[in-house]
Every structure is written in structure tokens, then in C-alpha cells.
């Protein structure tokens, strides 16, 4: 008869149904492992003291042993690093007569017995776990993803300065052979082709010595003679031009050229222009040298018409400042008549304008000798005052 079996069961394989996978959310983990009693309740205080200890233990190992360590000097330190320490600290520890741990072994061993104790490090892995899902993992995709495009970036600038690079290359050396240079010493190739002038040169004197331009020359004779007039024989026309057909023009020698320059140079430096302020300092040196001297003074050219300056000191410094009279009576000057200038009002009136008037220098251009008077001589009635300003 047929008998059915179930796979991965009976004598084979009698702990079959423990290897089975559960399926748990890994945000609640934790919460399965304390209901299930595979985790105490506080497991939090005891892993914050585990880590308090682990810490004080780790500052106290050499920078040359954790830099040993998978992961780094910046790994977490967590259980499975605290694993990694004892094993590696007791693979060349000293044991006591019972195979105990001696020294800085001893102390990473009873760390690591404390989060097996327990099953202490079963929660500290579970929270570890979370986190990487939910940031970690997401960070480094998104880092991922950015470093790839970034080394397709990279790869396509390559090519394109590869290409750009090729591009120059050529360029390089079309330009070098437009020179007639190898492009291997720029600099000595470049000043290795100035002792190909004088060759140019003569083959240029040759050109210029030719028929062909001694027509063209006598064709632009003709007609600057025909269209302005020149003389064809004046010799200001294309004057350089027949100075080196005649042979007459020599090149200046690289030597002489040189030497001229750096003479005229010293020359130019030290020759600085002097300036003429056409002061005679001399003026005065007859006069009192002592303290109370005055300073020369500075001609204006003022023309004072003789009036009294009051001192005749050196620098005048009392003398009254001269003023001019504008007071002009013209009232006064219409009623005076011929015989009236002697009285004392039109006297000081009149003598006063008029020394004043001399004084300032100053010619107003007004006629009074009609004001005021009629062709008898008798008195006229006073009229209208007339000004020329003419």
C-alpha cells in the first residue's frame, strides 16, 4: 500500500519544525522577544550599564589595536565588538591556573558575560537592526545612487577632455609646422629662426629692385601728377621706396642700435627740468637786518594817483587805507552857477568830488560845465540832469 511521508520529518530530521523561519515585523521584534521571555523587561538599563563599562574599557587600549579591528577606529562598539576585543586580547593573554583570563582579557570577558547574561544583547541587536532599516539603509541607497551618476559624469568628462586633448594636439602641431618648428624646444626653435632674416630680407630687396615694381611705381608718378598735381620727379613721393631702389638706405646695425639706446637712457635720467620762478631774492638785502626787518614786499602795480599812504616805512603798516567819495551832489550842482564854485558848500562839495575823483583815479565822463546856467550867465531853472553813458 502507499504510505505518504511528510518531508523533513521523522527519524532524518526530528527537530525539523524549530528550523522553520518566522515571520516577524522587525519593528516589533523587541516587543515579541520580551512576550516571548527571550528578553527581560529592563534590558535597556542593563545595556546603558554594560555600555558605561565598555566605554571606560575601550579608552584604555592602545590607537594601534582598535585600528586593527574590523571596522575601524569609528565602528560602533557594541556587543559583537566587545567579542572581537576578548578574542583578540586573549589570543596573547596570560591564564590563571583555572584557564582564566588575566589583565585587559579578563575585563572584556566579563563584559561580554554580562550582555550574554540573559540574552541581554539580543535587544541591543534588534535595536540595531530597526535603525539600519529605516535610516541607514535608505541613506546609503540614496548615496549609492549619487555616486553612480556621479561616475557617469565622470566618465563622459573624461572622453570629452580626451577628445578635447587629441583636438589640441593637432592643433600643436599644425601650428608648428606653419612655423617650420619641431615643437620640441619652443624657445631655441623660435630664436633659431631669426638667422633665417637676412636671407628674407635680401630676397625682398630683390623684389623691391624688380621691373615689374619700377611700372607700378612709375604708374602711381603718373597719376598722383594727374590727380593732384605732384611733380613726377619730387621726392617726397614713395621717397623710402626709391631711397632703397637707389641702393642709398643701409639697415641700422643690431650693435649700434643697442648701444645707442642704453646711452640715451642714463642721458634721460639725468637730465631733469629746472624751473624758472624769475624771483630776485636780492631785493631788500640794503635794507635793516634786524629783528624788526619787514619782509620784501610784492609790487601789485596799483596806480594810488599820489595819495598820502600815511608811513613811509618799509611795509607801510600804519597807513590809512585809501577810500573813495561817491558822494556826488548833483542837487547842489544844478542850483550853483558860474560864480558859485568859490562858496564853501559847493566848495567842499565840488573840491571834495573832484580831489577824490583825482585820488581814485577814476574818469566818469561827466560834463558839468552846462548844469545849472544860462547863456546870459543869469540863473536858468533847475533841469534835468543828463548822463552820457556813451
Same mark, same amino acid.
Given at each position: 500500500?502507499?504510505?505518504?511521508?511528510?518531508?523533513?520529518?521523522?527519524?532524518?530530521?526530528?527537530?525539523? &519544525?524549530?528550523?522553520?523561519?518566522?515571520?516577524?515585523?522587525?519593528?516589533?521584534?523587541?516587543?515579541?522577544?520580551?512576550?516571548?521571555?527571550?528578553?527581560?523587561?529592563?534590558?535597556?538599563?542593563?545595556?546603558?550599564?554594560?555600555?558605561?563599562?565598555?566605554?571606560?574599557?575601550?579608552?584604555?587600549?592602545?590607537?594601534?589595536?582598535?585600528?586593527?579591528?574590523?571596522?575601524?577606529?569609528?565602528?560602533?562598539?557594541?556587543?559583537?565588538?566587545?567579542?572581537?576585543?576578548?578574542?583578540?586580547?586573549?589570543?596573547?593573554?596570560?591564564?590563571?591556573?583555572?584557564?582564566?583570563?588575566?589583565?585587559?582579557?579578563?575585563?572584556?570577558?566579563?563584559?561580554?558575560?554580562?550582555?550574554?547574561?540573559?540574552?541581554?544583547?539580543?535587544?541591543?541587536?534588534?535595536?540595531?537592526?530597526?535603525?539600519?532599516?529605516?535610516?541607514?539603509?535608505?541613506?546609503?541607497?540614496?548615496?549609492?545612487?549619487?555616486?553612480?551618476?556621479?561616475?557617469?559624469?565622470?566618465?563622459?568628462?573624461?572622453?570629452?577632455?580626451?577628445?578635447?586633448?587629441?583636438?589640441?594636439?593637432?592643433?600643436?602641431?599644425?601650428?608648428?609646422?606653419?612655423?617650420?618648428?619641431?615643437?620640441?624646444?619652443?624657445?631655441?626653435?623660435?630664436?633659431?629662426?631669426?638667422?633665417?632674416?637676412?636671407?628674407?630680407?635680401?630676397?625682398?630687396?630683390?623684389?623691391?629692385?624688380?621691373?615689374?615694381?619700377?611700372?607700378?611705381?612709375?604708374?602711381?608718378?603718373?597719376?598722383?601728377?594727374?590727380?593732384?598735381?605732384?611733380?613726377? &620727379?619730387?621726392?617726397?613721393?614713395?621717397?623710402?621706396?626709391?631711397?632703397?631702389?637707389?641702393?642709398?638706405?643701409?639697415?641700422?646695425?643690431?650693435?649700434?642700435?643697442?648701444?645707442?639706446?642704453?646711452?640715451?637712457?642714463?642721458?634721460?635720467?639725468?637730465?631733469?627740468?629746472?624751473?624758472?620762478?624769475?624771483?630776485?631774492?636780492?631785493?631788500? #638785502?640794503?635794507? &635793516?637786518?634786524?629783528?624788526?626787518?619787514?619782509?620784501?614786499?610784492?609790487?601789485?602795480?596799483?596806480?594810488?594817483?599820489?595819495?598820502?599812504?600815511?608811513?613811509?616805512?618799509?611795509?607801510?603798516?600804519?597807513?590809512?587805507?585809501?577810500?573813495?567819495?561817491?558822494?556826488?551832489?548833483?542837487?547842489?550842482?544844478?542850483?550853483?552857477?558860474?560864480?558859485?564854485?568859490?562858496?564853501?558848500?559847493?566848495?567842499?562839495? #565840488?573840491?571834495?568830488?573832484?580831489?577824490?575823483?583825482?585820488?581814485?583815479?577814476?574818469?566818469?565822463?561827466? &560834463?558839468?560845465?552846462?548844469?545849472?546856467?544860462?547863456?546870459?550867465?543869469?540863473?536858468?531853472?533847475?533841469?534835468?540832469?543828463?548822463?552820457?553813458?556813451?
Amino acid at each position: 500500500p502507499l504510505i505518504a511521508k511528510k518531508v523533513g520529518e521523522g527519524v532524518d530530521r526530528p527537530n525539523a &519544525d524549530n528550523e522553520l523561519p518566522i515571520d516577524i515585523n522587525y519593528k516589533k521584534l523587541i516587543e515579541w522577544l520580551v512576550n516571548r521571555q527571550k528578553l527581560p523587561g529592563d534590558w535597556h538599563k542593563r545595556v546603558q550599564a554594560i555600555q558605561v563599562k565598555a566605554n571606560e574599557s575601550y579608552k584604555e587600549l592602545p590607537a594601534t589595536f582598535t585600528s586593527k579591528l574590523q571596522g575601524g577606529v569609528d565602528a560602533p562598539l557594541d556587543y559583537f565588538r566587545a567579542v572581537e576585543i576578548r578574542d583578540s586580547l586573549a589570543s596573547s593573554a596570560e591564564r590563571t591556573l583555572f584557564g582564566g583570563l588575566t589583565g585587559p582579557a579578563a575585563v572584556w570577558d566579563k563584559i561580554v558575560k554580562a550582555y550574554e547574561n540573559k540574552s541581554v544583547f539580543l535587544g541591543e541587536a534588534a535595536q540595531t537592526l530597526i535603525q539600519n532599516v529605516d535610516y541607514e539603509i535608505p541613506y546609503l541607497r540614496k548615496q549609492a545612487a549619487k555616486f553612480d551618476q556621479q561616475m557617469v559624469d565622470c566618465q563622459r568628462k573624461r572622453a570629452e577632455y580626451t577628445r578635447n586633448a587629441a583636438q589640441c594636439a593637432a592643433n600643436y602641431k599644425q601650428e608648428c609646422k606653419r612655423l617650420g618648428i619641431e615643437g620640441l624646444s619652443v624657445r631655441k626653435e623660435l630664436l633659431a629662426l631669426c638667422g633665417e632674416l637676412p636671407q628674407h630680407m635680401e630676397q625682398l630687396l630683390v623684389v623691391l629692385g624688380s621691373e615689374k615694381l619700377g611700372e607700378a611705381v612709375s604708374y602711381y608718378k603718373e597719376f598722383s601728377h594727374y590727380a593732384h598735381s605732384i611733380p613726377k &620727379d619730387s621726392p617726397d613721393t614713395l621717397s623710402t621706396l626709391q631711397e632703397i631702389r637707389a641702393g642709398k638706405t643701409q639697415p641700422p646695425t643690431t650693435t649700434s642700435s643697442t648701444t645707442a639706446t642704453a646711452a640715451s637712457a642714463p642721458a634721460a635720467a639725468t637730465s631733469a627740468p629746472e624751473i624758472n620762478w624769475d624771483l630776485d631774492l636780492d631785493v631788500g #638785502a640794503a635794507a &635793516d637786518t634786524s629783528a624788526a626787518a619787514a619782509p620784501t614786499g610784492i609790487d601789485w602795480n596799483l596806480d594810488l594817483g599820489g595819495a598820502d599812504l600815511g608811513a613811509t616805512g618799509s611795509g607801510g603798516a600804519d597807513a590809512a587805507p585809501v577810500e573813495i567819495a561817491w558822494d556826488i551832489d548833483l542837487p547842489a550842482l544844478a542850483d550853483a552857477g558860474p560864480e558859485a564854485g568859490g562858496t564853501a558848500e559847493a566848495g567842499v562839495g #565840488a573840491g571834495a568830488d573832484a580831489d577824490a575823483a583825482a585820488a581814485s583815479g577814476i574818469n566818469w565822463d561827466i &560834463d558839468m560845465t552846462d548844469v545849472g546856467a544860462g547863456a546870459d550867465g543869469s540863473e536858468a531853472p533847475a533841469a534835468a540832469l543828463e548822463i552820457d553813458w556813451d
